[in-house]
Nanobody, 122 residues
Framework: QVQLMESGGASVAPGGSLTLSCAST????????MAWFRQAAGEKREYVGY???????NYAASVKGRFTISRDGTRNTMYLLMNSLQPLDTAVYYC????????????????WGQGTQVTVSS
């Protein structure tokens, strides 16, 4: 059984930065790929990016160059560093994990966290 727990959500001003964390427990093979998704109010859940257990990353075009995903392999903790935040980044951010890359990219990972709220507003 895999459990994921996000932390670090907050309210920040436009142009600010924020780091989210995702702590995980469970079968390491189920954590081959750890990812971030987000969902704004009234919108569909959106893929943000992933990091593999080998450190490879992939990002959605909307965040590439502003967001950085990293991973502490020893603790299987994932981080999302968000820079140059904009009001459009306001959403609940979810941590997710799966053993397969295609499951992440197709938006159907097996494991999800509960989410943490990020609000970007002046």
């Amino acid at each position: 059984q895999v459990q994921l727990m996000e932390s670090g959500g907050a309210s920040v001003a436009p142009g600010g930065s924020l780091t989210l964390s995702c702590a995980s427990t469970g079968n390491p093979r189920s954590l081959n790929y750890m990812a971030w998704f987000r969902q704004a109010a009234g919108e569909k859940r959106e893929y943000v990016g992933y990091v593999s257990n080998g450190g490879n990353t992939n990002y959605a075009a909307s965040v590439k160059g502003r967001f950085t995903i990293s991973r502490d392999g020893t603790r299987n903790t994932m981080y999302l560093l968000m820079n140059s935040l904009q009001p459009l980044d306001t959403a609940v951010y979810y941590c997710a994990a799966d053993s397969r890359r295609d499951a992440i990219l197709e938006g159907r990972p097996a494991y999800w966290g509960q989410g943490t709220q990020v609000t970007v507003s002046s």
